[in-house]
Each structure stands twice: as C-alpha cells, then as structure tokens.
C-alpha cells in the first residue's frame, strides 16, 4: 500500500492546486458552491465515524469553502467554521493521548500530522476570512450618517466576534501540547507556528480590537502567542513580526505594550524586551524621522512598556539612547518618558547602590538638557516629565534648585504649551516641597541668619580643639640636617670676631646639654654646633660627649647634636605622669566625636534652610513673570496663571495677594473659561475656610476680603464687587457673612475704623446681586453712617452713600416696564441727614469732604423727587457760610494781615480750602443736574407719553372696532399717524431738554450764573490763585460747566485749551483732559478742531498727564469721536515710555484697534511716514520697537503682500539714510511668503540703489534668511537665488563706485532738511506764558469748506506719504496750533481768524 501523501503547509492558497512533487498533497478538485452544502454533510458524518482523521479525505470539500468564500452564503461559512471547531477540538482532545503512546506507529504519526495540519490551515484560513470580511463590513458602515442602524445589528461581523474568542482559546490549548513528538522530537515546523499565530497578528491589525468590548479577545490573542513564544520558539518570528507591526500600526502600540508586558511577568519572556527595543534602537534615526507613521507607533510603545515594566526597560535602555540625538522628536519623547518611569518606579528608592545613584544622576542630567530642546513639543513634554517626577518624590533635593531654575527660564518660552506645562512643574513643586508650609523670604530669611551664626561659632570652637598633626623627632631632625651640616662646616673656617666670648661652656654637662638644645630649638644651628665642639674637648669621655674615633669631627658633631635633639624632644613628650593608654583613647574619641556630629547637623540645619530660602527666591521670580501672563492671549495659560496664583496663596508668599488681585479684571473677560476661573479662583481662596462654625468661617471670609480692599483701587473693588454679586446670586454666601457685616458696621462687633468701612463696602457688593440687602436696612445705615460721628471722617459717609444708590441701580425685577422708577419723597430722612452733613463739613478743612460730598450730590439727584431743589438749598446754605467767613475776614483785616493760607483779590480774603469746597460744589451739582435732567427726566417725559399714548390708543381701538365695517382705510391712517407723534415726540422731548440746559442753567436767573465769574476768575488769573488743588478743582468745574450749554463751551473751549496747555500744574493738565474727552463725545463738532492739542498732550513732560491723555484718547479713538489720520503716530510713541504703566496703556490701546478689522494695517504707513520723519525725534532703536510691537498685528497674508509692496514703492520718495534703514527695517518684521518675494523682486528698482548701505542691504539679507527658514518650496528656490545674487551685486557694485552711483542714480541725495533743534528728551518744557495769538478758534466746518475751495498750491513738506495715506487726506487739517516764539501776557480778548494766517 503506497503511503498518504505529505501535507505541506502552502506559503499561498494557489499553490495546493499545483503539482508540487510527488508525495506531496494536492487539492485533485474544487466543488462549485452550490455543491458545497452536501459536501460539507458528508464530511460532518465522516468526522462522526472517523474523528479528526477525516479531514483527510474531506480536505477538498473545506478548501473549496475557502476558494468560493465570497461567493457561497452567509450559512454555509458559518456551517464550515463550526463544523472546523469541532474536529479541531476533537483532535486537540485525543492528542494528548496519542503522544504519550510510545507504540506509536511511523504511519499513523504521519496521519495525524498530516491532519493536524490539515486542520490547522482550513481553521486558521476560515478565521483569517471571515476576519477580513468584517473589517471590510466595519469600514463600510463607519460612515456616521447612515440609517437603519438596527438592522445591522446582527450582521454576520458580530456573529464572528462572538466566535473569535473561543477559538483563539482552543488554538492557545492546541499549541500548549508537545507537537514536537509529531515531527519526530524535533521543532515545530515553523510554518505551522507561523499559520497558528497568523490569525493573531490579523485580528490585531482590525483598528477597532482597542475598544474595550473586545478586553476578552485580547487576552485570548496574548494567551496564544504567549504559548508560541513558550512551547514553539517563536522569538526570532514574534520580534520581527511585531516591530513591523508597530511601524504600519499604530493602535497596536498600547496592545504589544500590555502583551509584552504580561509576557515578562507571568511567563518569564523577559528577553524579549530586550530583542524588541534593540530592535527599536537599531533603526536609523534619519529614517525614523521621515517615517511619521512609524515613529508614532514605536515611541507610543516605549513609553506605555515602560510605565508597565520600567526596570526592564531601564536594563536595556543603553540601545535607545542613540534616539536622543535624532532628528524624530517623538522618539526623543518617548526615550525621555521612559527615563522619568524609571525615575519614579525604579530609582526612587531611598538606598540606592552607587551605581544605580550614578544612572539615576545621569538621567536627570539628560532630561535637564532637554529642557532647551529645539522643539517646543519636547521641552514641554519633559517639563510634564518632571512634574510627574516631582509629584511622586522622586526628585533629589539637590536637584531642586536647578530643576526650578530651569523651569522659572521657560515662562519665557515663546511657546504657549511649554509656558502651560513650565507653570504645572511650578505649581508641583510647591505643592510638594520638602521645606515648609510657609514659604515667604523674609520668615526664611531670619532663621537662616541666626543659624549661620550659630554654625560660625561652633566651627569657631572646634577649631582650637583640633589635634595638630604629631611630627616624629627623627623626622624633625632630618628636615634640619641641611642647615645644620653647613653650619658645622663653617666651624672650620676662622672665628668671627667677638664670637668667643658669647659661647663659653657650661660647668657641668646638664647645664651644656640644655643650652645646646636650646640653641637648636631657636635655630641657631651655627652656635649650637660651636658649642658641642668646645663641649667635646672639654668633656672628654662623659655621656654625650662621646664620640667613636673612626669618625670625622664633623660627623661626631653631628652624630652628638642629632642625639641631643632627639633625646631633648623624647624627654619632653615622656614628661607627663603616665596614664592607661586605652581609656585616653575612649575620652578622646567621644569628646572629639560629639563636637563633630552637632557640627554635622548644624551643615545640614543651614544647608536645609539654605536651600529653603533659595527656593523661595525663585518661586517670587516666577510670580513676577507669571502675573504678567494673566492677559496673554492663550487661554489656557491664563487659566493656569490663575490656578497657580490660588496655589502659591497658600503657601503666604507676600508676592501672591498682588497677584490674586492682578487675576480681578479677568472678571470681565469674554472667555467663558477664563471667567469661570477666576469664579473658582476665588471660591477656593474665600468661600472655603478650614474653619468648623458658621461664624469662625464668616470671619475669615470677611477678614479675607477686607485685606483685598485695603488700598485697592476703583477698578479693583469694582472687579470685586462683580464677583461678590455673582456669589450671592447663586447663594455662595451665607447669612452669617451678612450678620457679621451689619454687626461690625453697627459697632456691636469691635473692630477698626478700617474694617467697619471695608463692611459697608462689602454689603454693598452684596446688595448689588440681593438690593434687599440694603433696602431693608435703609434706616440703619442712614442713622450710623450719617450720624454726627461722620464729620470726624468721611469717608465711612461716603461708602454709605455709594451703598444706598444701589437701590436707584438696581430696581426690583418685578417691576413693570413702564411703573414708576424707585424714588424716595424729598423730606425722607436720608436727604434731611444728607445735607446736614454736606453742608456742617463745607467750613470744616478735610481731604475726604469732596469725595463724600461728590457722592452725597449724586444720590440725591439718583433717590430723591425734586432733586434740584434740594441741592439748591445745600448750595445756598454753602454759599451762605462762605460769604459769613468773608465778611468775618473783612471785619478782621484792619487787626492782621492776610494768611498765607487764603486767598485774597484785594476785597476780602478766604480760606483756601473753603473755596476749593465751593468750586467742586458748584461743578458737581452743576454735572448731576445735567444728568439728572437727561436721564431721568427725559426718561420720565417718555414713560408718561407712553402710558398716555397707551390709554388713547385704547380709546381709539374701541372706537375703531365700532366702525371697522365702516372705513379700514381711516385705521392705518391713524395708527400711522401714532408712530409719526411717537417719533415727533421723542424729537420735542429732547429738544426741550436740550433748551432747558442751553437757555436756562446758566442765565442770570438760574443760581449757577452766581457761580461762573467765580471760576472764571480763578481760571484767569492762575497767579493769584496758585493754590494746587483749588486750580485742579476750578479746572474740573469748568469742564463740568462746559457740559450744561454747547454755547458756553464754545465760548470758553480756548480757555479750557489754553489752560491744558499752558498751565504748570499736571493736576490742572489731567482734569482738564479728562473734561476735555467727555465734551469731545458730547459736541464732536465743537472739539473738533482743537484735536491736535488733545494729541499734543501724549507728549506732556509730565508721567501721570500722559497717561491720563493716554486712556482718554483711547476712549475717543476706540469711539469713533476723534479722528487718527495723521496724529495717531503719537499714540505709537507711548510704546517706547520710560513709565512701564503708559506702555501698557499704549499696548492695550493698539490691541483693541487691532481687534476692529484693519485698523492696524490701514494706519501703518501713516504711523511710518510721521515716526520715520527726520523730525519726529524718534531714536532708531525706538522706532524699532514701536515697529516690531505694531507689526505683530499684521497677520493676514494680503495685508504682509500689500505692505510689501507699499514699503518697496516707499523708497523711492524717501529723502534720508535713516528712512532708507527704517523702511528696510521694516520689511525684516514681516513674514515673506512666496507673493511677497515676488512683490520684492517685481519693485527691485525702488530700492537697488539702496543697498549700498550696509544696514539696508544686512535688512535685505535678513529677509531672504527667513524666507528659507520657513521652508523654501523647489519653484520658489531659484526666485530667492535670483533675488541674493542681484542684492549681493548691487551692493558690491555700490560699494566699489559709491561716487558715481550717487551722481547716476534715478533718486537724488539731497542734502538733509534743516531740523529743528531737538533736546536730548522728546518731551517739551512747558511755556511760562501765553500770547493772545496763540490760541486762536479753529472756524466751523463750512468756513473751512469755503476755505477749501479756494484752492492753492500746497507747500512741499519733506514727509513722504504712502498712496494709501491720501486717500482720507481731501480736507485740509486746520490745527490751532500754539507758536513758541510768542510770549502772551494774557488770554482774553482773542480774535477768531484762520489758522493758516499762523504758518
């Protein structure tokens, strides 16, 4: 009988369809499909009858499932495969059995081999199909906007998942046999290893193995390969397999991580980390880095295998290493990751063998250096690394400090995310510092001090005590023997003279012994060997004095002196009374041990603190840079600035209050999440005390908040008081908070002046979000804040006063639209207790008394019904007491003269202080009168016509109704003519309005008229009144009194300049800048014309007037009220401020512009042309600052191509090498893109004969350098080569013949324009006096009109525009400017002309 033919595992389907030899197994037929169901019928009775071996007969049947898989239906697959699993696991079931047959005959090995194989290939081919068929399914169906999603929910992909796991479990059981006893003992063939663990690697490849429903399938994968790597020897295979893998994979990263993690750790596979990493670190950095795909999947796998396994991955890190210095910076990531897994897991340990210390050390050298990586996405990940690090303590303390420092260095960092993470590591450190729970400087400071001191001292004490090193005689001697030999060679030589007599000898030989050691000891080698000769001849034959004949004189000598040398120092050492050597030595260890080991301790005490105290140091450092990041515009590193900021604050650094104060206008932010942050912010720092009662906590609430309003500014206790009313809307704050408010304002709770008034502050925030608060309680505060006690300080008066006019702010949400508004009737008590007050303080000196009399006039005309008339009656009684004073000084003046304290115009004379009351009086009361009429009354008038309209239109509906049959036509009429009165209405209520404060305020019947000659006088005559804060106030009141009447102002508007201008006082100059800017957005057209001088004041030699002119004219410029052509380059120069605060106002001033559409970009050439002018007085390095600021604006890329091109065409019209360098300056802080280097190279002509100039042409070079670095696409190329080579050949050529290219050149040198003397400061000194001429009235609009038309020729002006300047420039600018070289002696008359007539 002829052998079964062999069975070989095919490395394609194909290939069992071909001869492949004899002896070998080949596939004689394939049934069609529809044969397939009887076929499979038989091979299922066969397998009944026969078992496993039946697949060798019916392996036909199978395959040719296999070949008409796609084809045959969904039942006969499924038939197919579970038929496979029985016989598989019927097979699997018997081999245990058959291989511990030892009488296994030769053939029947072969038989089950054979189907074994069989077997083997049919499950695993009909696994690998239907595999395929549901990742191809699974891909079909991922789109997100198909229907019917249960009707797939049986698909035959689902009925596969559920199959694969049992089958991966019993291919794991078949593997976990000895099969080698089926290839004679020898290996599994590794074809067959390979088929059984081919199925793993492609269910593995299915993207979606990952989610967590197919946990089970997983493990069944690992389980089995874990058998194949065991049972199989499939190392070599698996580590290739995988790392393939990895590279076109990337979810199966985290999948080999888990695998070979448990590999290592339940069967003992640990050398196969070692192959795959190796094999990792072998691949080519420059291939791994244009490979993305790949690196992915490497660098996601190291990093998760090293969380899991970190001391094997630190065993073999040395072959990753080489990744460090690549160009991938994701492998670099994962290498660092997996340095710090180590660090944490590994090398964290407190006993550490040296050379662990040593790798330990190491890796955190190289993961510092990584800190100043070249990517940003690697020094962030490092800073996240050692966050990590430190937040498990595994950092060393003598790494702190330079870990802190390097991450204080990267706040600096221009990238957001390693900015983001550089704050994280900060707030780490903090979080888990080893030094203190406080960590302010100047508490670390004094103990570092006093232990300092102390370790000074111990050291001091021991260093007496410290044995000195004992020195043998003998060696003693030796040192000696030198100089003791020449001077006995001088005994030879003849005496000196007088040297006999000194040394004689002594009687006896002690005596001369002694005197000879003596000798020795002072090192007078010459005397003492004299000596020992005479000693010689003298004492022949007695001890010492002995010497042997042999030798020489000299050498007996020497021999006699050594011996008394050595027996001298012998004798002395054996001089002290014996003592037990053993119990010496005990003493001395202990008494020199104790000193050592506290001086020991006391180094690590002050190295401790020293270390402390440093840290402290840097954390303050990086409080200064972090504040400064709380308006950047990342918001995420503003929120966490912000929660940095709650963290350090409580650790009591000093420094965090100014920045949980900083963090307040965030308040107002429009970023949902930087608003919720700061809410957070301050729920954690505020609403959760440590404290167990409801009162402990509502004192440190209350105590808490207080310590924010000591100090703060308006600005700051508005931010406040928004966040407070958004608590108390949400009910964050409880009662107790409020009781305690009211007790301390009342006096029940004790407290400080200061506290009782940072309450009612705090109740009015509170009331802000609840007016219940404060409308419940009215009488109270009326009758304590506004008791007599006020008088002794106003302020806690005026906070009363800003309290209660939030019941005018916030009326009562249930009222209707159209009720009445909240007033209270004039004789209610507040308003009597008010004007008491106002009016007993108006003869009292006091600085509070005008604020709190500012805010007592403002609610009165907010709270009360007849409002005017109550402030009349304050102002009359006023007036009434300064008259009284008045004529008390007349009656007094024939007695004294006059004080240096009043002011005196010949007639009478009165305190200072009590006009300066009456001035603010009148112009505050003068203000809210105006107010009071625009707002409330005329807010009144169309409330009242409303409702009236209301009840006609009522009337006239019913009427209507009755009659609608009649005529629908006389309807629409009427209701047209409805909306016509309304809106004719509106028109007559503002225009009574307006003719009430034109004709009325201010005549002679009105009671402000008494008031104007007052001030105008004051304002006059600044020399006779030169008192500094009743000039700031005159000036305030006059604006406020330009307010009332357009007539008024325009008749006083020169005055009001003038003073700006002129006067010496920078109170005088601000007030009347702030007046100026609100009578600019109340009459635009009056303002107009003297815009220049609002301008002119940026330049004010004064810091706080420029600031004032800074924000004002932010206000109006942001308002559209003024108008920027022009003069808008003096707002750019606030950026080059010497004071950091008007930088800041200049910053955010060009920041909102930037924010309405082009603005910027529309004002750039404008703000060039001034700034680059010869006489601006703009330094060089200024103005590139001011250009660098303004240019990072510039971020679309038609508006880069369009300055490109405008600064080319620039230089042809420009006169100076320093506009040559300033415009080339420019075009370097512009980011060129392709368009833009063809926008260079088409104007080329504008600036070629410009590049002479080094600067200009270094400017060029700049520009092309960018342009590659950015990245330099291959068409491009050449243009950017053309554009170097024509820059480099026309700078060479000017350079050579720099005469003859001046003479030739299409653009002339002239020489340069006379400038006008420029001091070393751009700031002018202001002019002691004033000319008539020198403020003349601008004329209207239609006299410049009329001028306008009489055209004539413009004088050339050596400022070269851009085209796009001339576009608004069609009105001629007529600026009522002042002239330097006129001195006026006063203001008044002045002449109204043209300001041309001035030039």
């Not at 874990?226 to 999948?255: G, R, W, Y």
């Not at 001191?453 to 001697?477: F, G, H, Y």
Request: a negative charge; hydrophobic letters at 40%; charged letters at 25%.
């Amino acid at each position: 009988m002829a052998a079964a033919p062999e069975f070989h595992l095919p490395l394609a389907p194909a290939d069992l369809l071909r001869d492949g030899g004899p002896g070998r197994y080949v596939v004689r037929e394939v049934l069609p499909a529809r044969e397939l169901p009887p076929a499979l019928a038989e091979f299922r009775a066969a397998f009944r009858a026969r078992g496993a071996l039946a697949v060798l007969q019916h392996f036909d049947c199978m395959y040719s499932v296999l070949h008409h898989f796609r084809t045959v239906g969904t039942a006969v697959k499924e038939d197919a495969l579970e038929l496979m699993r029985h016989v598989v696991s019927h097979h699997s079931n018997e081999l245990p059995t058959i291989l511990s047959n030892s009488g296994l005959s030769h053939a029947d090995r072969a038989a089950h081999l054979n189907a074994l194989k069989m077997n083997c290939y049919l499950l695993a081919g009909l696994m690998d199909a239907f595999e395929m068929e549901t990742c191809n399914s699974s891909g079909l169906e991922a789109d997100p906007g198909r229907k019917n999603r249960k009707n797939h929910a049986k698909a035959p992909g689902s009925l596969w998942e559920e199959e694969r796991e049992p089958l991966l479990q019993l291919l794991t059981q078949l593997l976990q046999l000895d099969l080698r006893q089926l290839w004679g003992g020898l290996a599994v063939e590794e074809e067959f290893v390979s088929l059984m663990t081919g199925s793993c690697y492609r269910i593995l490849e299915n993207p979606s193995i990952g989610l967590q429903r197919y946990r089970l399938t997983r493990e069944a994968v690992t389980h089995l390969l874990a058998a194949a790597l065991v049972h199989c020897d499939h190392m070599f295979s698996a580590t290739l397999k995988i790392t393939q893998m990895l590279q076109h994979f990337e979810h199966v990263a985290p999948l080999f991580a888990q695998a070979v993690s448990l590999w290592a750790k339940e069967y003992g596979l640990k050398s196969l980390v070692g192959e795959l990493l190796r094999e990792i670190g072998q691949k080519c950095p420059q291939d791994l880095a244009r490979e993305a795909s790949g690196v992915k999947g490497y660098a996601t796998f190291i990093s998760e295998l090293a969380e899991q396994i970190p001391a094997l991955v630190l065993a073999n890190m040395s072959v990753l290493l080489p990744h460090l210095d690549g160009e991938s910076y994701t492998m670099r990531n994962a290498v660092l990751a997996a340095m710090a897994e180590a660090l944490v897991q590994v090398l964290s340990r407190d006993q550490l063998e040296r050379a662990a210390r040593a790798t330990r050390d190491q890796f955190l050298e190289v993961l510092q250096a990584h800190v100043c990586d070249v990517h940003s996405f690697v020094r962030s990940r490092v800073l996240q690394l050692f966050t990590r690090i430190v937040q498990h303590k595994a950092l060393p303390l003598t790494q702190f400090q330079s870990v802190v420092s390097l991450a204080v260095g990267r706040l600096k960092d221009k990238s957001v995310i390693v900015v983001k993470n550089a704050i994280q590591l900060l707030a780490a450190f903090l979080s888990n510092n080893p030094f203190s729970s406080k960590l302010s400087c100047t508490d670390l400071d004094k103990p570092l001090k006093k232990e300092v001191q102390k370790l000074k001292e111990m050291r001091d004490r021991s260093r007496p005590t410290a044995v000195a090193p004992v020195i043998a005689p003998e060696e003693e001697w030796e040192a000696m023997l030198p100089e003791i030999r020449a001077a006995t060679q001088q005994l030879f030589q003849p005496l000196q003279k007088g040297e006999e007599e000194v040394l004689e000898v002594e009687e006896t030989v002690e005596k001369t012994v002694e005197q000879i050691t003596g000798l020795l000891k002072k090192l007078n080698y010459k005397s003492a060997a004299r000596l020992t000769q005479r000693a010689l001849c003298h004492f022949q034959g007695k001890e010492p004095f002995v010497g042997p004949g042999e030798e020489s004189e000299e050498a007996t000598i020497l021999g006699v002196l050594k011996s008394l040398y050595t027996g001298s120092c012998t004798g002395e050492s054996s001089e002290d009374p014996p003592r037990d050597s053993s119990s010496d030595k005990i003493e001395e260890a202990v008494q020199e041990e104790q000193p050592q080991t506290e001086l020991v301790k006391q180094e690590m005490l002050v190295q401790y603190l020293q270390d402390a105290y440093n840290f402290s140091l840097k954390i303050t450092e990086a409080l200064n840079l972090i504040s400064k990041m709380m308006y950047e515009n990342s918001v995420s590193v503003v929120q966490e600035a912000i929660e940095f900021f709650v963290t350090v604050s409580q650790f009591d650094v000093p420094q965090a209050l100014l920045g949980v104060r900083r963090m307040l206008p965030l308040i107002w932010s429009k970023e949902p999440g930087i608003k919720e942050a700061v809410l957070n912010a301050y729920r954690q720092l505020y609403l959760s005390p440590s404290e167990d009662s409801e009162r402990a906590k509502a004192q440190a609430l209350v105590h808490s908040l207080s310590l924010i309003m000591v100090d703060a500014s308006l600005g700051t206790i508005q931010c406040l008081e928004e966040i407070i009313s958004e608590f108390v809307q949400k009910d964050e704050i409880k009662p107790a908070v409020t009781q305690l408010l009211w007790e301390r304002f009342t006096e029940k709770s004790p407290c400080s002046p200061l506290e009782r008034r940072a309450a009612v502050m705090l109740l009015g925030m509170m009331a802000r979000g609840k007016p219940e608060i404060i409308g419940s309680n009215l009488e109270i505060l009326v009758t304590m804040g506004l008791s007599e006690k006020a008088c002794e300080d106003y302020r806690l008066p005026q906070e009363v006063c800003n309290v209660i006019s939030k019941l005018a702010s916030n009326p009562k949400p249930a009222l209707e639209k159209n009720s009445a508004p909240f007033r209270l009737p004039q004789n209610h008590m507040l308003f009597g207790c008010l004007s008491e007050t106002v009016s007993k303080g108006f003869a009292q000196p006091s600085s509070h008394w005008i604020p709190f009399m500012e805010s007592a006039v403002t609610l009165i005309y907010q709270l009360a019904e007849g409002a005017e008339e109550i402030c009349a009656d304050i102002l009359h009684v006023c007036s009434q007491q300064a008259l009284e004073k008045l004529q008390e000084a007349d009656e007094q003046k024939a007695d004294a003269g006059d004080s240096p304290c009043r002011v005196s115009d010949g007639a009478g004379s009165l305190p200072t202080f009590l006009l300066l009351h009456l001035v603010s009086l009148v112009g505050q009361v003068a203000l809210q009168q105006v107010a009071y009429l625009e707002v409330s009354v005329s807010a009144e008038l169309r409330r009242r016509r409303i409702l009236k309209e209301e009840k006609t239109k009522k009337k006239s509906d019913t009427s209507i109704r009755k009659q609608r049959a009649q005529s629908t036509g006389n309807e629409t009429t009427m209701e047209e003519e409805l909306g016509l009165v309304g809106a004719t209405a509106d028109d007559t209520e503002a225009e009574l309005i307006r003719s009430i404060c034109e004709t009325e305020l201010l005549d002679g019947k009105h009671l402000f008229s008494a008031f104007v000659p007052l001030v105008l006088k004051i304002c006059n005559n600044p020399g006779l009144y030169s008192d500094s804060a009743l000039s700031a106030a005159t000036a305030l009141t006059l604006g406020k009194l330009c307010m009332v009447s357009s007539e008024f102002c325009d008749s006083h508007l020169r005055l009001l300049f003038t003073m700006m201008e002129k006067s010496t006082l920078p109170g005088v100059r601000s007030n009347l800048i702030i007046a100026a800017g609100d009578l600019a957005i109340r009459y635009p057209n009056l303002v107009e014309p003297w815009t220049s001088h609002l301008y002119a004041r940026l330049r004010d030699p004064c810091p706080s007037v420029r600031q004032t002119a800074g924000l004002v004219m932010t206000h109006l410029i942001l308002k559209d009220m003024v108008k920027v052509k022009g003069q808008v380059s003096e707002m750019a120069t606030l950026l080059i401020d010497p004071e950091e605060e008007i930088v800041g106002v200049a910053q955010n001033f060009f920041g909102e512009l930037a924010n309405k559409g082009n603005a910027v970009y529309n004002l750039l050439p404008d703000i060039i042309s001034h700034l680059s002018d010869p006489n601006s007085g703009i330094e060089e390095e200024s103005f590139h600052t001011i250009m660098r600021h303004l240019f990072s604006y510039i971020t679309k890329d038609k508006q880069t191509e369009s300055l490109v091109e405008k600064l080319c065409q620039r230089f042809r019209t420009a006169r100076t090498e320093r506009q040559y360098r300033d415009l080339s300056h420019c075009l370097t802080l512009l980011p060129v893109s392709d368009r833009g280097l063809h926008k260079l190279q088409d104007n080329y002509d504008c600036f070629a004969d410009k590049l002479q100039d080094p600067a200009v042409y270094s400017c060029f070079q700049t520009v092309l350098a960018r342009f590659r670095r950015a990245g330099v696409k291959p068409e491009t190329k050449a243009l950017a080569e053309e554009l170097e080579q024509k820059l480099s050949a026309s700078h060479n050529r000017g350079l050579d013949s720099t005469e003859t290219c001046q003479d030739g050149s299409q653009t002339p040198m002239p020489a340069p324009a006379k400038r006008k003397p420029i001091g070393s400061s751009r700031r002018q000194p202001l002019s002691p006096a004033n000319t008539d001429d020198d403020f003349v009235t601008p004329p209207s609009r239609t006299l410049r009109n009329h001028k306008r038309a009489q055209k004539r020729p413009p004088r050339k002006k050596a400022i070269v525009t851009f085209s796009s300047d001339e576009e608004n420039n069609s009105e001629d600018e007529l600026l009522a400017e002042l002239r330097e070289e006129e001195t006026p002696t006063k203001t008044t008359p002045i002449t109204r002309s043209s300001a041309r007539r001035l030039r």
